[in-house]
Structure formats: structure tokens, C-alpha cells
């Protein structure tokens, strides 16, 4: 087999299983192909030696007839999630050189089903960001290029993790998602990225940055990759109190049933001003193939939308800034002595936590302090009800939504924004689902006049993935996406 | 609402993080930037409206009151910036 990494995981599984190719082969290759694309910085450390020795027993369980759901298939993790004995450091200085001596529930859970773990990748320092420009190992870069040939950011904040799973460094990536942190990442890199419902995937050992927002989710080359990997990924954990106890329904089978019969909402808000008219285009274009593809249509209205991100922008600090109190430079981490112990705190906060990070902690301090809570953050919890209340009205409507992923396509590295706002925009299309705990994928749906990829959203019922797959599924098939980025391992197919 | 210098000072301090005097100003204008924007919240009528801490809609489990965990002083040890003894070490806090 002479294309190794031109398999998807789908494919891969099946050649391994009728032993056309060995787990220490698919593996060998994804190590390669993360060296010769190291230039795009997805990686934040390459564990090869690990995964090699995997990958020999995933060819063991394989000759047993003992393979697991994801046997010999090679993963790239997030730095967010924690890894026994492998350094994991959210990309962030305070964290540099921690050694968590446990793995998280996610990981483990794929390690169980047989995934290979490839190493650490790249992600916006504590998963703030929207560019993955915030990291202490600085930016990972998107694997598409434009005409003029200028290195993009590949999204953020698991900005490592699409670029990897983009350029073919990784066949499947772990990512986590706070306010579009999969989904716009996946959008801007041309692969498809599920943020499932809260509560679907184990939170445990993976570095906190909203709690009430957190989730986990995997990203793919396919949706029928994306429903297997979910498979393995999701589990009930006792260590996690937010875990559902939800049955995981059928998504593999999922992927092929069709949408003929649904009902589709297309919310009027999520048509902003000022709107790439590509972005319009496409979203259009999506309508029509779920029609053609036997779905009812329905315009809806989700009339909060606006106030989604003002509402993110207190609860997603407030929340950030009680879960990294736990970086004081005294058990883990980074330190910086001082005379005193307020002096040492401060000395090794501010020399440990990014820009962005102190900002995020500074306005969640703010809104939590005496004589504010009421006006910020308990102004924002009531508004946060009413974006729930806009999605579970809608859905007793329609069966799944239909949105564009991101408002533009991928924009450049380094690209100098004075007003933090302005970087938070990106994500106004994802984050009123964290807001309610819905589940989102986004799916490839073309590419702009640059040659840029652009994304549709599908959001869901809560733990209802097995909709977004159908529809996913319906809308890959259509748009037929199969153009590659410029700088892919083995080149442009 | 808009912040300012002494206020940002404030928050630092509320943060446990060290904020040079020359970052207190460029702070505020940030801060404010962002509060002004997160104002628009005011248009919304909320009157009769519950907060939303959790979208879960589950109680939270309950669990016997039992150790799950521990014997491991290794492993809580493994990353301490500085210890001794078992313990973790501190500037000194006590006269």
C-alpha cells in the first residue's frame, strides 16, 4: 500500500483489519509526515518512541482478532488534555515541563478502543483564542494558502489539532471546545469537527477553562470518521458530575441514513451584517442540497443571538478565572520566589499566564467582584436562559439547524488587532450553542474565490449526534469536497 | 461602568497578578473596550427571568462519603516547583 496517508480512518481500519497494511506502518508514516510539515508548528511535542510501541501492540491485538473500534489508528491530542507520563501544558509557560501523573477519561478512552497516540499538538494558551496565536509555542499555521501565498491561522482555540488532521500529520486529532474552539478551527482548515452535547464526553483530566462550557470532540477527514472516533470517545464518568448517563446512540450508522423527512431550521440571525457574501452563498447552496436530499426547509428565529457573545465574553472569564486561581506556583507549574506568598502568586501569574490569559482573568475577576456580580454575571446567566430558550422552542419545530460555521474564511498570521473585540467575532456563530449545551459539527462546504476553505454548521437537540451526522453526511456527499491544502504531507493529492 | 487605573490595579491585585504601573493604563482602555461592549446586555429585558448555571438539567449525583483515591504522596510530589519532607514549601507566612 503505497498511500498510506491518503486512507481515512474508515479505510484504514478496514486495511489493517485484512492486514494490507500494519499498525507500525500507518503510524511510521503519520511520524513522517509530522517531520516534513513541522514548518506548520501543529505539534507541540512528537512522542514517537510511544507510538511506535502502540502501534506494535495494536498489530498484536489485530493478528489475536482482539481490535478495538480505533485499532492502529494514529491520534494527535490537543495539549489541553492531560497525558500520564508526557508532558501536558495547555500551552501555556506556567504549565511548561508538568508531567500529570494520570490520563484524562477522553484519552484513555481511545487508548482502550486502540488509538495511537502521535504526541501533543498545538492550541491558543488555557484554550483562549480563536487563532491559535495565544500559545507559549507560538502559532500553528493553517496547511491552505491563498494566492498570496501568506501563512494563515488554522482557527483556534484547537488550532493544532485542524491543522494536523488538514495536512495529514495526524488521522485523527482530540480538540476541545469552550465558544466554537472545534468548530471554527475545522472550518477554517477544511476538515469536520463535532463539539458533542455538554455532558457527552468526560471532562476529567482535561485543563478547565469554563466548566459550564467545556466540552470535548474529535476532528476528522470525514463525518463517517468523526462518528467512529466519537463512538470510542464518549463514555458516562463518575469523576465528572456534569457526565450524562444518556445511552450514546447509533452515529455510525447515522452517517448514511439520509435526511429525507427532516425538518431543517434556518435561523433569520444568523444572516449578519457585513457578512461575507461567500459565507451567504454557501449557506444557500447548503439549503438547497438538504432539499434536493428530501428535508423540509423552515425559516426560524432564535431572537437572542446578538446578545450570545457579550453573554460569553462575562461567563466564560468569570468561570476562567476561579479555575486558573489553582496556578500559584506552589504544587505544579511554574515559579517565581518572592520576599512573601502574595508577592510569589503574583510574580509567577504574571510571568506565567499570556496576555490574552491575564486579560480574560481580569474581566472575569471584575464581573465576579463585589457590587458588579448582579450587573455582569448574573445579568449574563439570565440572558444565557433566554438563548436556551430560543433553541428549545425552535426545536420543537425542526429537528436540526442549519448555519454558516464561521463569518470569513481563515485570515492571517500575525494580523494586528487593536481591539480585542474584533478577534472575538469569529466565534459568533458558535458559541450560542456552548451557551445552551447543544451540540455542533461543522462540515466542509467549499472554498472561497481565494481557493480558502469555508464551513456549514449543523446544531442539534441535546444528545441528539446522531441528526448532525445524518445531515453532515448529506452534506458532505454534496459538496464533494475533496480539494487539499498547499502545504500537505506527501504534497497536494 | 468603565474602569480605570486605580480600579485595574485593583483587579490585578483581586487576580494575584503583577501589572507593571505603565500596563495599568493600556489595561483599562482594553477592559473598557470589552465592558462597553458586554453593555449591550442592558437592552435585554430579564425581568422574571432565572439565571442559567448549568444546562444539564440534572441534580448533581450523589455518592457515599468514602476515600476513592489516594496513598500517592509520589505522584501529588511529582511536579512541586520546590518541597521537602513530604511537604510543599512556601515563603514563610507565620512570624
Request: net charge negative; charged share 20%.
Amino acid at each position: 500500500m503505497s498511500d498510506l496517508l491518503g486512507l481515512n480512518a474508515v479505510a484504514a481500519r478496514e486495511a489493517l483489519d485484512k492486514k494490507a497494511i500494519s499498525a507500525v506502518e500507518l503510524t511510521t508514516a503519520y511520524l513522517g509526515a509530522a517531520e516534513a510539515t513541522a514548518g506548520l508548528n501543529n505539534y507541540v511535542a512528537l512522542t514517537a518512541d510511544h507510538a511506535l510501541a502502540m502501534a506494535a501492540e495494536s498489530d498484536k491485538r489485530i493478528a489475536a482478532g482482539a481490535a478495538g473500534l480505533l485499532e492502529g489508528l494514529p491520534i494527535g491530542v490537543k495539549d489541553l488534555f492531560c497525558t500520564k507520563g508526557i508532558s501536558s501544558t495547555a500551552c501555556s509557560n506556567i504549565l511548561k515541563g508538568f508531567v500529570p501523573p494520570y490520563e484524562s477519561t477522553v484519552t484513555a478512552n481511545l487508548w482502550a478502543a486502540g488509538g495511537v497516540m502521535l504526541g501533543k499538538l498545538n492550541c491558543d494558551e488555557f484554550a483562549m483564542g480563536s487563532g491559535n496565536e495565544n500559545s507559549a509555542f507560538g502559532p500553528a499555521v493553517n496547511p491552505w494558502q491563498g494566492k498570496d501565498k501568506v501563512d494563515l491561522v488554522p482557527g483556534g482555540s484547537s488550532g493544532g489539532s485542524a491543522s494536523a488532521v488538514a495536512a495529514r500529520s495526524a488521522l485523527l486529532a482530540t480538540g476541545t471546545d469552550t465558544g466554537g474552539s472545534i468548530r471554527q478551527p475545522a472550518a477554517f482548515c477544511g476538515v469536520v469537527g463535532l463539539k458533542p452535547t455538554y455532558g457527552r464526553c468526560s471532562r476529567w483530566g482535561i485543563v478547565a477553562f469554563a466548566s459550564s462550557l467545556d466540552q470535548a470532540g474529535p476532528f476528522t477527514r470525514t463525518v463517517a470518521d468523526n462518528a467512529l472516533i466519537m463512538t470510542a470517545m464518549a463514555s458516562h464518568d463518575a469523576k465528572d458530575s456534569t457526565s450524562t448517563q444518556t445511552p450514546l446512540q447509533d452515529l455510525i450508522g447515522a452517517v448514511g441514513d439520509g435526511v429525507k423527512g427532516m425538518k431543517i431550521g434556518v435561523p433569520k440571525e444568523y444572516g449578519m451584517d457585513g457578512m461575507d457574501s461567500e459565507v451567504v452563498t454557501l449557506w444557500e447552496q447548503g439549503q438547497a442540497w438538504l432539499r434536493d436530499a428530501g428535508a423540509e426547509l423552515i425559516d426560524v428565529s432564535l431572537p437572542h443571538t446578538k446578545y450570545a457573545l457579550p453573554a460569553y465574553y462575562i461567563i466564560a472569564p468569570a468561570e476562567a478565572s476561579s479555575n486558573l486561581a489553582r496556578y500559584d506556583g506552589v504544587r505544579y507549574g511554574m515559579r517565581v520566589d518572592a520576599e512573601t506568598l502574595d508577592g510569589m502568586y503574583e510574580a509567577t501569574r504574571a510571568a506565567g499566564f499570556g496576555e490574552e490569559v491575564q486579560r480574560r482573568i481580569m474581566i472575569g475577576t471584575y464581573v465576579l467582584s463585589a457590587g458588579y456580580y448582579d450587573a455582569y454575571y448574573l445579568k449574563a446567566q439570565k440572558v444565557r436562559r433566554l438563548i436556551k430558550g430560543d433553541f428549545d422552542e425552535a426545536f420543537q419545530t425542526v429537528d436540526a439547524l442549519l448555519t454558516p460555521a464561521t463569518p470569513s474564511a481563515a485570515f492571517p498570521v500575525g494580523r494586528k488587532i487593536d481591539d480585542p473585540v474584533t478577534n472575538f467575532l469569529n466565534d459568533v456563530f458558535t458559541v450560542p450553542a456552548n451557551l445552551a449545551g447543544l451540540p455542533g459539527i461543522a462540515v466542509p462546504g467549499g472554498v472561497t474565490s481565494d481557493g480558502l476553505p469555508l464551513g456549514l454548521q449543523v446544531l442539534g437537540r441535546p444528545f441528539d449526534e446522531a441528526s448532525l451526522y445524518r445531515v453532515a453526511g448529506v452534506l458532505e456527499q454534496a459538496a464533494g469536497f475533496k480539494m487539499t491544502p498547499a502545504r500537505m504531507a506527501g504534497g497536494a493529492a | 461602568m468603565s474602569v480605570d487605573k486605580t480600579t485595574v490595579a485593583k483587579i490585578a491585585r483581586l487576580a494575584r497578578i503583577n501589572v507593571p504601573d505603565d500596563r495599568l493604563e493600556p489595561l483599562a482602555t482594553e477592559l473598557n473596550g470589552i465592558l462597553n461592549w458586554i453593555a449591550e446586555l442592558d437592552e435585554v429585558n430579564t425581568d422574571n427571568v432565572e439565571p442559567l448555571a448549568s444546562v444539564t438539567g440534572h441534580a448533581l449525583p450523589m455518592r457515599n462519603d468514602v476515600v476513592t483515591d489516594g496513598n500517592r504522596l509520589d505522584d501529588v510530589l511529582s511536579n512541586v516547583p520546590e518541597g521537602a519532607s513530604g511537604f510543599f514549601v512556601v515563603p514563610k507566612v507565620v512570624e
